[in-house]
């Protein structure tokens, strides 16, 4: 099966941009993988029934300024082999997504937008977009999944993770094959071997979703 990975390219800060940006984008990535290529001729007549033919309009996202010099204060004591903790509030997760690059197939800015967390659960809850093939993929025409995903984060033993968790698309029932599909991957797995990102994702004991946003510790 054709693996779908992200490269960090050179629009991002030199401080942070291959190390955290990467990391929490790759959140995401697999998932948009999924959406434009996986999709087996005996689920295209099932997510027809679930996708609809023009995609959301998500909310805009507030720039958030001192971002990138948190982002960055956070990658150097990382790599200075210090105690590290960063947290990310649901606006500057959303705004981790403005500077992801476009990878040929859209920006993740039009396609999920993070709208919650829910701490008992351990979740990020994000309203989503995503643009998908049809079977007949050399066709270029799109339909949209519109609805709710959840990414549910786990500690493994070369840093956090994340697997979706539920998804949900108003008054439809998605196909059984589809949601299995999409929970197979942990999502930050093609980063957890960089030779970049895997030691700062390696270093990171503790990830935990709070009230007020998404916690990572260096220490237990």
Partial sequence: MAKFEKIPTGEFHSGYGCVIMSAVIGVFGFIVWWSFWHVPSTLNTAIAAVAQEVPAKLPEIPAVPELEKKM????????????ATLKLSVAELNALLVLAPDGGSGTYKDMLRVKALDAAKNVIITDASLPMNTAKFWEDKKRYLVG??????EMTAVGPDAKVSAVRVP?????????????????????QSHPTIGPVLKAIKQAKIETDGLLLKTEP
């Fill in 171 to 191: 008054g439809k029932t998605l196909p059984e094959g589809m949601v299995q599909s999409m929970q197979m991957y942990g999502y930050l797995g093609p980063y």
């Fill in 148 to 153: 709710e995903i959840d990414f549910q984060l």
């Fill in 72 to 83: 960055a204060d956070f990658a150097v004591t990382v790599n200075a082999g210090k105690p």
